[in-house]
């Protein structure tokens, strides 16, 4: 299986990148947006492929990791305009209240990770880390002093990759009352300091 990492990818293939996302991550996004096909149709006109990297495969997209700077974000077009006019105002100000338990903004010299994602037919290849290590290549050739990412307690194995390659926790949160809302009940802050 012959794969490739790319910054970005072709914004025709923004649908399939979509579906992907909401392969990983669609449970995250559930209760601000119920229904699934208007979470991928959401997701796919608010990506901005350049804070990303991809893993392509005969020209596909098998694999995704996004990333924010001061600069943008692969999600930055996920705003309150894009949300009421794609969802109407009453689910579009439901999605922008409970996505913004979620927001996180990178600080200055810091590369903050959005996720990564793979096919869920071929995980377990090691694209994972080769997206990771690509994010850690770009965030040394460009400067960043650290990289941080967040990780849900319910994905202990992302946990101990990431504690692998040195990335260290800074910070618990706990909220097991809100479990209901947002499909999970803690999440870790970790963060690698670059040399």
Known sequence: ???????????EQAQHVAELYEQAFGMKFARAI????ARVAVLSQ????????????????VGLAGFQT???????????????????????????AILALFERKAAHNELMM????????????GIG?????????????????????GVIDSNPRARKLYQARGFV??????????????????????VKALN
């Open 129 to 149: 880390s080769q997206l990771l290590d690509a994010i850690m290549d770009y965030a040394q050739a460009h400067g960043f002093e650290s990289v941080r990412l």
């Open 169 to 190: 926790a800074t910070k618990e949160e706990r909220f097991p009352h809100l479990k209901w809302l947002v499909g999970f009940s803690g999440a870790t802050t970790m």
């Open 1 to 11: 299986m012959e794969i490739a990492i790319r910054q970005g990818w072709p914004l």
């Open 114 to 125: 959005d996720g990564i994602a793979v096919d869920s037919a071929i995980r377990g290849q």
């Open 34 to 37: 119920p229904n699934q096909a």
């Open 70 to 96: 001061q600069a943008g974000a692969l999600t930055q077009g996920m705003d309150a305009k894009q949300l009421i006019d794609s969802l109407g105002p009453i689910k579009g100000i439901w999605a922008c």
């Open 46 to 61: 608010c990506f901005v492929p350049d804070f990303s990297f991809a893993a392509m495969q005969n020209g596909k997209v």
